[in-house]
């Protein structure tokens, strides 16, 4: 069973910046995507950038698109998410993911296994 555990998340100012990583164990030998997801207060669960591994794709919200980028160290079984020009907007828990379904790819609904999450709050 695949298991995450986020880290890196922190209090920044906007325009600042961040690296979330997230250790996996678990994988099956050929990942279909993995991704990274978010939580602000009192507001659904909402994907922020998927990695389609074998395509070697990504693909981000536009509300991040142009200021995250999604990475991965196959070998170190580590998926990191670096964010820049962060926004008071951004503030959330994130959450990285290794859907087997992939509808969970991009909809948080189909993700069978969630870790703890990160918190970043960025302050104006």
């Known amino acids: 069973q695949v298991q995450v555990v986020e880290s890196g998340g922190g209090s920044v100012q906007a325009g600042g910046s961040l690296r979330l990583s997230c250790a996996v164990s678990?994988?099956?030998?050929?990942?279909?995507?993995m991704a990274w997801f978010r939580q602000a207060l009192g507001k659904e669960r909402e994907r922020v950038a998927t990695m389609y591994i074998e395509e070697n794709k990504s693909y981000y919200d536009f509300s991040v698109e142009g200021r995250f980028t999604v990475s991965r160290d196959a070998a170190q079984n580590m998926l990191y998410l670096q964010m820049n020009s962060l926004k008071p907007e951004d503030t959330a828990m994130y959450y990285c993911a290794a859907p087997r379904l992939a509808d969970g790819c991009y909809n948080a609904a189909y993700v069978e296994k969630w870790g703890q999450g990160t918190q970043v709050t960025v302050s104006s």
């Open positions: 678990g994988l099956p030998p050929r990942p279909y995507c």
